[in-house]
């Protein structure tokens, strides 16, 4: 479970690098609110990361994947990756280079989307396939971890540039970004201790699945290799999930994900240019969003994993589906009530539980559906989709506030009510779920 926490703060960390950290500085670059969040897009790059995932199942890389591992292995190639364009980022004048600036950042979205296929599909293969209250144990440490790299990493972060504004150096932003290189490298360090089982009997299905196909086509030459290669890889997964679970339900399982979390995530694009605006400093929101929010979700996730284990994924996620509409009205008491210390507090504790609740619920679902033979393309799949609601539609949320003129209350009155489609449509095929549970 220990190794599962830092896999989860591994997956989370980059997270802050292109959400808050990003959006703060363009922020204070003078950017509008419309292009911070379009700038957002390069968050979409999670919800595909699933056509390139049966690729991370199945290629290994040189002398990484021999000396790591097959999972670790890309997990370091990517942190590599990251660090690179934080270094490439302190060196960036982003009023004089937007462009250059978001591309830099869209490739750290990709590598670290790229991450988050083999860090999933190694905090799955570290529990047995049918021990349902193990992965829900699992999944809460998982977004324990998940917070506490973006929490923590966000406190690092906003901490380091108010800093380094306050002692009068221009660049702060740029140098704190170096600062964050060194949280990567460290944890590349603790990555060493995790370890990689050796799944022979998903080497064993993608043969056997190969074979299959490689029977249909009768012949055998290059060219038939490569289009065996290609459909083994590319199609079983998909052919899998589909077979497992019958038409209708599978759709059905997909448009739940799709729509869950839309309105955390409109709130969440948004939420740091709204307590910029209401009047608090990078030194408040570090306090009350990052470090008070990652305490809450820590406590509130582990409790959540108690209730899943409890009570079972599915009225897990119902509950969670509720509290995240019920919590997200709390910040339409603090936009219409003005700066308050205390409703900022309470939003943000309120907030942070019920995202927290969400999360563990949502992970360990998804957890419970993937074959183990295609643990990190099934996976990605299914967390990419949920990633592309909350990251395509979410991209509107600045021009949805602007074309609002600024009323943050009905925004977030808008955002509660986001949910409430998602829960209709798990409704209908709950009880055709096949899920494990014990």
Request: aromatic share 12%; proline share 2%.
């Amino acid at each position: 479970m220990i190794k599962i926490l830092l896999l989860g703060a591994i997956s989370g960390f980059p997270w802050v690098l292109i959400g808050s950290s990003l959006s703060l500085w363009l922020k204070e670059e003078g950017l509008s609110r419309s292009t911070i969040g379009w700038a957002g897009l390069i968050f979409g790059v999670y919800a595909f990361n699933y056509l390139w995932a049966p690729l991370i199942d199945r290629l290994q890389i040189p002398i990484l994947t021999k000396k790591l591992g097959h999972r670790k292995g890309w997990i370091v190639l990517m942190q590599i990756v990251i660090l690179i364009c934080l270094v490439a980022w302190s060196i960036i004048n982003p009023t004089e280079n937007l462009f250059l600036l978001i591309t830099v950042g869209l490739i750290i979205a990709i590598a670290s989307a790229t991450q988050d296929i083999t860090v999933d599909a190694l905090r799955i293969e570290q529990i047995g396939e049918k021990e349902g209250k193990s992965m829900a144990a699992g999944a809460a440490m998982a977004v324990v971890g998940w917070w506490s790299g973006y929490k923590l990493g966000g406190v690092v972060a906003l901490s380091a540039a108010e800093y380094f504004e306050n002692i009068g150096i221009d660049n702060y932003w740029q140098i704190t970004f170096l600062i964050l290189g060194t949280v990567i490298i460290l944890m590349n360090i603790g990555l060493m201790f995790v370890h990689e089982p050796i799944l022979i009997d998903r080497q064993l299905k993608q043969k056997q699945t190969d074979e299959l196909i490689e029977n249909k086509l009768g012949s055998k030459n290059i060219f038939t290799s490569l289009i065996v290669w290609l459909a083994g890889t590319i199609g079983g997964p998909v052919i899998s999930f589909f077979k497992k679970n019958s038409f209708s339900i599978a759709i059905g399982i997909l448009t739940f994900v799709f729509l869950f979390k839309i309105g955390e995530a409109f709130l969440g694009r948004m939420s740091i240019i709204f307590y910029k605006e209401i009047g608090f400093s990078k030194g408040d929101i570090a306090i009350y969003s990052k470090t008070l929010g990652w305490l809450t979700t820590v406590i509130f996730t582990l409790l959540g994993g108690l209730f899943v284990i409890r009570s079972g994924v599915l009225k897990a996620i119902f509950l969670a589906g509720i509290l995240m509409a019920a919590t997200n009205l709390l910040f339409t008491a603090l936009a219409w009530s003005g700066k308050s210390e205390l409703l900022f507090a309470i939003a943000v504790i309120f907030d942070d539980m019920a995202a927290a609740f969400a999360t563990v619920a949502f992970v360990a679902f998804i957890s419970l559906l993937v074959d183990r033979a295609y643990t990190a393309t099934q996976y990605a799949l299914l967390a990419s989709i949920g990633t592309a609601g909350r990251t395509t539609l979410a991209s509107s949320s600045g021009a949805l506030v602007d074309w609002l003129n600024g009323d943050w209350g009905i925004f977030f009155i808008l955002t509660a009510v986001m949910v409430i489609p998602s829960l209709i449509c798990l409704w209908f095929i709950k009880d055709k779920l096949k899920i494990h549970e014990k």
